[in-house]
């Protein structure tokens, strides 16, 4: 099966207004590769109404949305807000949100199934510690993730998406081993057909994890990954674009 591969930048805490620029700059350049790859940035909250506006057409993400619809929760945001902001894909679970606000799987489930219910695109994240990894339980945990975390189905291949990352190789440099990463996708793979029957089968994984120009080509050669969730090396255009070209070929 053919399927086209997902780039998406996760901006974390960083960027403000002054860097609509590279924002500019990474949409007008995706355009090249149009129906070949999909692009989404995912900035910061405050930026994304001016990111949106500033990219029409280009697809701009949120990094984290709450479950609820609306309510009493201070300094959150609903789907219909970020949907509102011009956001069109969010990511949930990401480990830095599991660790920090104490994210379980239940919450996360619930995170992508409003974000899928409001019509936002989704990039689930699951992936294990080092700790985890050394002790030989890196698929078990990351299956385990997956089972309690996916959205119940059915879910569609072109909106919902899974991201794998190895938490010891976000922002460390260290990039899991091909072999490694063939193994984790293909278990992830699995289950997804485990859950969605057909469609699990065309569900893109992406990996993440020290995403960037050097190792992209050779990672999104590995079978099952279906695209990539890029932090520090998104960015900025310059770094970004090499690993966009690279998902298109
Ligand atoms: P990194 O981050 O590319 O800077 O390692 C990836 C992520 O956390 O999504």
Redesign the pocket.
């Known amino acids: 099966m053919t399927m086209v591969k997902l780039i998406a930048g996760?901006w974390k805490m960083h960027g403000t207004s002054e860097d609509l620029g590279e924002v500019r700059t990474i949409a007008e350049w995706s355009k090249k590769f149009e129906g070949a790859v999909e692009v989404a940035l995912c900035v910061p909250a405050t930026l994304i109404h001016r990111a949106a506006e500033a990219v029409p057409g280009f697809l701009i993400g949120a990094q984290d949305i709450h479950h609820k619809e609306k309510g009493a929760h201070t300094g959150d945001v609903c789907a219909a807000m970020l949907h509102d902001a011009g956001a069109g894909i969010v990511i949930v679970g990401?480990s830095?949100r599991r660790d920090a606000h104490r994210e379980a799987d239940g919450h996360v489930k619930a995170k992508a199934e409003a974000g899928l219910g409001a019509g936002l695109k989704v990039i689930l994240c699951v992936g294990e510690s080092l700790e985890e990894r050394e002790a030989g339980r890196a698929v078990e945990t990351v299956g385990r993730q997956v089972d309690a975390s996916l959205p119940a189905g059915p879910v569609d291949t072109g909106t919902f998406a899974l991201a794998y990352?190895p938490i010891w190789?976000?922002?460390t440099g260290r990039v899991a081993e091909v072999e490694d990463i063939e193994e984790m996708h293909s278990a992830i793979r699995e289950r997804l057909v485990a859950a969605y029957g057909e469609t699990g089968a065309g569900v893109r994984i992406l990996y993440?994890?020290?995403?960037k120009a050097s190792n992209a080509g050779e990672i999104f050669a590995v079978p099952n990954v279906g695209g990539a969730?890029?932090?520090?090396?998104s960015l900025k255009a310059a770094d970004f674009l090499p690993i966009v070209e690279a998902g298109a070929d």
């Open positions: 996760n990401h830095e990352e190789a976000i922002g993440g994890g020290s995403v969730l890029v932090g520090g090396a």
